[in-house]
């Protein structure tokens, strides 16, 4: 990505730097779907009216300072420098995304989602206004034409030496091995190792294949566990993190905000090599995956680098996506059976490219299959769409990693929901489903031909989304998978067939007003199936779930699934979004409150036997459980949540055995791992992802607990000695 800016860059300079250009293949990229994540209404100046009618840009753009105060600095910063709910609206690092697009598609994003609150009250005009503030604010002479809806030129069109504003932060900030080292005595990962892992690595993200999130390991356990202590902690870089480090015979690869990846011995905490692939945005990544002699990077931008385990050195890369169309990843791939099988985000809006799921070839980077999540015309499932065209069908990425079956040689994937997030914005119906979004999706590793699906809410209404991991589990001569959305509702299949075998309400939900118990088949309440534009509906659970990314565990000596649960509600409302090309988003205001019947507890731990479909145990609290779920054979599991804590329950009865307080939030997926026999436990604290309901909600709901808004770090803890 970073020579492709530079071509580009070098591309426009003879041209006068995009100023007789239109550019309109570039016209559609956007920096991400975290753009003006407002906090609407906070800092309204009381008695001041914004300027409906304007004679110039300038004029514009003063009246768009107080519409921006009014609705968007309390989330973007009065200097539009941005902060931990909503990214920098200024400078190179908004106009690498947004500098060749155009002030017309701008418009249009913002009014349709932004600001994710309520926009009632903000007119056309002030959108425009704002529109002219934030490009004046990044460089935007004067002179720049009157701006209206139907602008359509880029936007830096009117900055002096916009080339040098436009070249993206990757190609500025360092890249490649800044720090050089080697991990000494490397062995090669092939396939069989990673189907059955050494008890002391942690080789992939949720460790196996069958994403168990479980270790073998017993050293540590219900009688010892409170003898352990910190070992050692790693500062790692500031941003958005919700990591899971991979540990393969003794060292710790860590993936950091922004890129950048880091080798660490296990047992000291000594760095190794750091590698910097760029773009330096401070944006998360969730896991990285190693095999053979190769650690495999997915960027946030949609690239996919293979990276010499040894030395952090390049081997190759691969564009997944184009990045400036506002493609990118938020978790990093598996590796099966000699394929990079990685999924996709950032398909909210209306252009001509869909999301997909693609597998790499190992050895050289070559993209060898793809699988749409988006059904097209003409193609199976295309008629589930209603009458739109194809190039508004959005949505249905794969944001979390999907989980593998070597012995079928099948990978399940969850996708998300169809955008906008509700069918009025759509312009679509209830019965407008919308293949293969909120499904579960079987894929053959071989040739990526679809194996089944199972779509758990058809036509999904809430922003409530069914894509996080799949958990497979046999039981006898039973193949099953699991999984559990932000409904709350926790699905078994037989994994063979996709058939449904049954269901659980794991918190309460008023959603549906029925769950087929022998189809699985989901029906909405009348007013959320029939909601209109401007609607507000009262559902629970919220966007937070439920069940977000936080992933569960499956305890294998207890048979039980062991899942870190949210409790809170939400009110939503559907906005208008036209069917224009560069339209699109998520398009909902949205408000939350606190569950009925909850006490105040966003959090909630629960263990749900595999068998009998019936909750064990359950542990309740007010913070909200910010890391995924581990368990061992030592009968421990392991969590942390938004207040520091990071605590072991007894893993059969959801006992507190053992508990620490951390620098800030816990935020990532824990891991346990051995070295020399000794076995340590590893978490993350983290701050982000920036407008997310994990860490939006509570801010609503729990305003009374706090944390310091730094202190990514690694924490690593073992035994007394």
């Not at 009157?146 to 504003?165: C, E, K, R, W």
């Not at 996708?415 to 009025?424: C, E, L, R, S, V």
């Not at 039973?478 to 994994?495: A, C, E, M, T, Y």
């Not at 029906?523 to 209109?532: F, H, L, P, S």
Request: with cysteine; charged share 20%; glycine share 10%.
């Amino acid at each position: 990505m970073r020579l492709v800016a530079m071509t580009r860059v070098q591309r426009l300079q003879p041209q006068g730097v995009l100023l007789k250009m239109k550019l309109r293949n570039h016209a559609l990229g956007i920096l991400g779907l975290g753009l003006l994540v407002a906090c609407g209404g906070e800092n309204e100046i009381e008695g001041e009216s914004v300027v409906t009618s304007v004679a110039s840009f300038s004029s514009q753009a003063e009246a768009g300072v107080r519409a921006y105060s009014a609705n968007c600095a309390a989330c973007h910063g009065a200097s539009l420098e941005g902060s931990a709910l909503g990214p920098i609206l200024s400078g190179q690092a908004f106009l690498a995304g947004w500098g060749m697009q155009s002030p017309g598609d701008f418009y249009n994003y913002i009014k349709a989602n932004m600001p994710p609150g309520e926009n009632a009250a903000i007119s056309d005009n002030d959108y425009i206004n704002i529109v002219a503030h934030v490009m004046r604010r990044s460089g935007v002479a004067d002179s720049n034409p009157l701006l209206t809806a139907s602008s359509d030129y880029p936007l830096a069109i009117n900055i002096p030496n916009a080339a040098n504003l436009i070249v993206p932060p990757a190609s500025i900030a360092p890249t490649g091995v800044i720090l050089p080292g080697t991990v000494e005595n490397f062995r090669p990962i092939p396939d069989a190792m990673l189907t059955n892992p050494a008890p002391g690595d942690w080789p992939m993200l949720r460790r196996n294949y069958q994403a168990w999130s479980y270790s073998p390991l017993d050293q540590i356990n219900v009688e010892n566990v409170d003898d352990l202590r910190l070992e050692w902690v790693w500062s790692m870089h500031d941003g958005d993190s919700e990591p899971s480090p991979l540990v393969y015979d003794g060292t710790i690869y860590l993936i950091n905000p922004s890129n950048i990846i880091q080798a660490l011995d296990g047992k000291t905490g000594e760095l190794i090599w750091e590698h910097h692939a760029g773009p330096e945005d401070s944006e998360d990544m969730r896991n990285i995956a190693i095999y053979e002699d190769k650690i495999i990077h997915a960027t946030t931008d949609a690239r996919l680098l293979a990276l010499d385990a040894r030395t952090g050195e390049p081997v190759w890369e691969t564009e997944i996506a184009d990045g400036s169309k506002g493609f990118g990843n938020s978790s990093g791939p598996i590796v099966a059976d000699g394929k990079i099988i990685q999924g996709l985000l950032g398909c909210s809006r209306y252009i001509e490219e869909d999301c997909y799921i693609s597998a790499v070839d190992a050895d050289n980077g070559e993209v060898l299959w793809r699988f749409n999540t988006i059904a097209k015309s003409g193609d199976s499932g295309g008629d589930t769409w209603g009458n739109i065209d194809d190039i508004f069908r959005a949505g249905g990425e794969t944001w979390i990693t999907g989980s593998y079956d070597p012995e079928l040689k099948i990978t399940y994937w969850g996708t998300a929901q169809q955008k906008p997030w509700m069918p009025a914005s759509r312009n679509l119906s209830i019965f407008d489903t919308g293949l293969f979004t909120n499904s579960t999706v079987a894929i053959n590793v071989d040739d990526g031909s679809l194996d089944w699906f199972f779509q758990h809410v058809p036509a999904e209404a809430l922003d409530l989304d069914e894509v996080f991991e799949r958990v497979l589990v046999d039981r006898g001569d039973d193949k099953l998978v699991f999984s559990i959305g932000k409904h709350g509702v926790l699905w078994k299949h037989d994994r063979m067939s996709g058939e449904f075998i049954s269901h659980l309400e794991t918190i309460f939900q008023n959603a549906f007003t029925n769950i087929d118990s022998v189809t699985g088949a989901v029906t909405y309440r009348d007013d959320i199936a029939n909601a209109q534009l401007d609607e507000w509906i009262s559902v629970c659970p919220s966007t937070a779930g439920g069940k977000d990314w936080h992933s569960m565990t499956y305890h294998e000596p207890s048979a039980n699934l062991i899942i870190p649960l949210s409790q809170s509600c939400l009110e939503i409302s559907a906005r208008e979004v036209p069917l224009v090309q560069g339209a699109g988003g998520t398009a909902a205001n949205r408000r939350w409150f606190e569950m009925p019947g909850s006490d105040g507890n966003m959090g909630k731990l629960a263990a749900y036997n595999v068998d009998s479909m019936e909750e064990v145990w359950s542990y309740e609290q007010r913070a909200a459980f910010l890391t995924g779920t581990i368990s061992t054979a030592g009968n421990l599991v392991f969590v942390g949540d938004l207040d520091r804590r990071f605590r072991a329950f007894d893993a059969r009865n959801g006992e507190i055995l053992w508990e620490t307080r951390l620098g800030t939030s816990v935020q990532g997926h824990p891991v346990s791992f051995a070295i020399d026999g000794k076995q340590y436990i590893a978490v993350t604290t983290a701050m982000g992802a920036r407008g997310v309901s994990p860490r939006t909600v509570p801010r609503v709901v729990a305003p009374d607990i706090r944390h310091p808004g730094n202190g990514n770090a690694l924490y690593v803890f073992s035994l007394s000695d």
